[in-house]
């Protein structure tokens, strides 16, 4: 699994990361990559708000208000395989 954090680096975007990183060691998905990207060039190519987060490439969250942990965890288990 490929998971993506959009974001330019501002607190909430910060939350996102923390949080998915720790929903994907809650979930014990060891084989699970999280990438923070912070290139406007990248992070434009799948959404338009911030923060996003992007599961196989396919875009999962996008802007506010931020999944909780559960949520997040959540939306991993929709992608495990």
Not at 17 to 36: F, I, K, P, R, W
Not at 41 to 62: A, N, R
């Amino acid at each position: 699994m490929r998971i993506k954090v959009l974001g330019t680096g501002c607190r909430n975007c910060e939350i996102l990361y923390n949080t998915t990183l720790a929903a994907v060691e809650q979930l014990g998905l060891e084989d699970a990559s999280v990438e923070y990207v912070k290139e406007m060039s990248e992070i434009t190519k799948y959404v338009m708000f911030t923060p996003g987060l992007v599961v196989d490439d396919v875009v999962v969250h996008e802007g506010k208000p931020l999944p909780n942990i559960e949520q997040v965890k959540e939306i991993l288990n929709q992608y495990m395989g």
